[in-house]
């Protein structure tokens, strides 16, 4: 256990001494800096004429959100929404058309943000809601409706997904799980962080390819292969500390950035809406599971990390097969895009559409771990979630043993 | 203690590299003498476990090569070999110690001995990318020796070493083999021919000769030639005899060759030496080229 130790701590070395591995970390150190604050850089434009910052409105829309005098959805903050509402009848877009604004539009739209800002978020949940349903009037939506029309909504959505009888049953029951009214208050954080973790990890594991490819092809590149695998542990040990060492450090990194992410969140969004229904938040408003945004954030980035782990054991099991990390990189590479052109296409076809759903980089973006199809074996229905992780673990183990003869088995020559 | 190499054959997909060897190794100093494509790297790469042959077995006191313990006891100095280029020597020295088991506390003070023992104590800190040719082959010998081997294979250890060097090296390897099995593949005869218990010729992927000196020189002993002869004999007796020497002198040109029976009347049979061997075995193979 030492040695294995010992060597786990060499493999180490021998990534932080390469400046690639420096290089692709420092890149997604800055991404990920930029992903937190990118959406409080630049300003607030009306037909040509700033109105406001974005970052000064995010900090009233949280500030609002933080002290809302009706704390769930329910007929009364409907009601009041409507109330607040109905001395600015026009959309934002339209405000510069008003005469009351003429001559003072910046003073004008203060005001009419001011009053704006707690209900932002709810608006893009209804404006979803619209958009699946058509023939609604956002106007008209209120306490009594609201839930009514999720569930037709959601109704809708199981129809053109061609769900089965099973599934449907399935996320019925979830539904009524979900507590109504749902509470409502700030949701920004978590938002933010669902909506830019898959971004984050895709940047990730495109840093984990650059730096993994050289676990095993690097000894043959480096010709250090003859000296190490006639090494006494170098047919066994070192290479379990190979596999030790690549996925703690995907573990590691996919821990460490989405820390560092988080903290920023919290300064610029907050996070203090973790026990709100996910539901309430635009990530979560298609989905049927009855958790609150920190359980979800708990499953979604434990997701991430089994996804980011899996990649690097492609990643080195590429490295363990070919000759030179060059080729290990381009062949990630493409494993890490592929997801995202083939999703679209392999949507007829369900178990195409479920294969494609659950690569590593799928499993990245949160709605997806929870999205309504469901893998059922017997008279169990499992989300995403919690059938891939399985699957990956076991795929991990079988790729780790298969790498371990490949480098065992590596003939000089 | 005794390695024994039962049919090894290696084949290159048109080309037989090594061709059914069979030796028995126990301990003392074997020196493999062979051209350039003779097969000598190919047969090491096989007895240190990194190449599988294609049919024989090669046991080390009956035990497979492929297995752990045979590694334990073995140092290997491969002819190309690499490094991290960001380690210093000391760091390759104690990872490679790590590799080979040997505990820290334990490897810190043998590695600082072999660094002093291959005149690298004042560079164990630097960056062996900042290494010329000699020092880093001297490295290499210093991670074969690390777990004080019982089998130790140096595959061209001298290569890339000054004359002082090399002298330093071969009472190095003439100490070493009073405890171990040590084979060293060179093509220079000088590096062999005094410190090998045992010379082991090696020629198209086959182990032509072995024998100690005395035995193995016996082959051409009494028909190592020199004459002088005016350049039209010589011409004529170099297409005739395999050649060993040739030298332009005052009285004509000096020819060092091998032959049966005295090959002119001006001939006189001379003492042979181990280059006369090598190059009477491998004179076709170096003209080839
Ligand atoms: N990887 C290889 N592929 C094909 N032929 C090879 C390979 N390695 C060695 N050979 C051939 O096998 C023969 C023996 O090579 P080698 O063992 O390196 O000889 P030596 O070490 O005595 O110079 C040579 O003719 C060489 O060309
Ligand atoms: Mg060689």
Redesign the pocket.
């Known amino acids: 256990m030492r040695e294995l130790l010992n060597l786990t701590g060499y493999e180490y070395k021998k990534i932080f001494q390469k400046r690639s591995t420096w290089i692709a970390l420092g890149a997604v150190l800055l991404w990920v800096l930029f992903a937190g604050i990118g959406g409080t850089l630049g300003e607030y434009y009306i037909e040509g004429e700033k109105v406001d910052s974005h970052y000064q409105m995010i900090k009233q829309e949280r500030y609002a959100l933080e002290h809302l005098e009706v704390q769930e959805l329910n007929p009364e903050f409907f009601e009041k929404m409507q109330e607040d509402m109905a001395e600015f009848s026009e959309t934002m877009e339209g405000i510069s058309d008003n005469p009351k604004a003429q001559g003072n539009l910046i003073q004008y739209w203060k005001e009419y943000y001011k009053v704006y800002a707690p209900y932002s978020a709810l608006y893009t949940l209804l404006a979803m809601m619209k958009n699946r349903i058509g023939d609604l009037d956002i106007e008209e939506i209120d306490g009594t409706n609201f839930y009514e029309n999720r569930d037709r909504m959601m109704e809708l959505f199981f129809q053109g997904e061609e769900l089965s009888e099973q599934e449907i049953i399935f996320h019925e029951k979830e539904n009524e799980k979900i507590k109504t009214p749902y509470a409502y208050g700030n949701m920004l954080g978590f938002d933010s962080y669902f909506k830019m973790q898959a971004p984050n990890f895709i940047f990730l594991a495109f840093a984990v390819a650059v730096i993994l490819a050289p676990m095993y092809a690097g000894e043959r590149t480096s010709r250090m292969d003859a000296l190490v695998l006639s090494s006494r542990y170098g047919k066994n040990k070192l290479i379990q500390a190979k596999i030790l060492t690549g996925l703690s450090f995907a573990l590691f990194a996919a821990l460490g950035f989405s820390i560092i992410f988080l903290l920023e969140i919290q300064a610029v969004y907050g996070l203090s809406g973790w026990n709100l229904p996910i539901q309430a938040s635009v990530e979560g408003f298609y989905l049927n599971l009855p958790v609150n945004l920190l359980e979800f954030l708990g499953i979604a980035l434990g997701c991430s990390a089994a996804a980011l782990c899996m990649t690097a054991m492609i990643v080195m099991f590429c490295s363990a097969k070919m000759k030179t990390p060059f080729g290990v990189i381009i062949i990630c590479f493409a494993f890490i895009f592929a997801p995202i052109f083939l999703v679209n296409l392999a949507a007829d076809n369900r178990f195409l559409y479920m294969l494609v759903c659950s690569l590593p980089t799928s499993m990245y973006y949160a709605r997806s771990v929870a999205y309504h199809h469901l893998l059922s074996i017997g008279n169990h229905c499992f989300y995403f979630f919690q059938w891939v992780p399985a699957v990956y673990f076991c795929l991990i183990a079988v790729l780790a043993g298969w790498s371990y003869r490949c480098f065992k088995n590596h003939q000089i020559? | 203690m005794e390695l024994i190499f039962d049919r090894v054959t290696k084949q290159?997909?048109n080309?037989l590299?090594v061709d059914r060897v069979s030796l028995s190794l126990k301990q003392g100093v074997y020196g493999l003498l062979?051209a350039?494509?003779?097969?000598?790297?190919?047969?090491m790469r096989m007895m240190c476990g990194v190449l599988k042959p294609d049919s024989g077995e090669i046991l080390y006191d009956g035990r497979k090569v492929e297995e752990e313990a045979y590694r334990d006891i073995l140092g290997y100095l491969p002819?190309e070999f690499g490094y991290y280029p960001d380690f210093s020597a000391m760091d390759f020295l104690m990872y490679l110690a790590s590799l080979k088991g040997i505990p820290r506390k334990q490897a810190r003070g043998t590695a600082l001995e072999l660094l002093e023992l291959t005149d690298l104590s004042p560079v164990a800190k630097k960056k062996i990318k900042t290494f010329s040719g000699g020092m880093k082959q001297r490295l290499g010998i210093a991670q074969a020796l690390l777990n004080d081997p019982k089998v130790l294979v140096l595959d061209e250890p001298t290569a890339g070493l000054d004359p002082k060097e090399r002298v330093r090296f071969r009472n190095l390897i003439s100490r070493l083999g009073t405890e171990r099995i040590v084979l060293l593949?060179t093509h220079i005869v000088s590096d062999v021919e005094h410190i090998a218990d045992v010379i082991l010729v090696?020629k198209g992927?086959a182990i032509i000769h072995q024998g100690s000196f005395s035995e193995i020189i016996q082959v051409i002993d009494g028909k190592v030639w020199e004459c002088t002869a005016d350049s039209k004999t010589a011409e004529e007796l170099s297409k005739a005899y395999p050649v060993l020497n040739i030298r332009e002198g005052q009285n004509g040109t000096l020819l060092r060759l091998v032959c049966q029976e005295k090959p002119a009347e001006t001939a006189v049979s001379v003492v042979a030496s181990l280059e006369d061997l090598y190059l009477y075995y491998f004179s076709e193979t170096e003209q080839g080229k």
């Open positions: 020559q | 290159y997909k080309k590299a062979g350039n494509g003779a097969g000598k790297t190919t047969l002819q593949s090696m992927g």
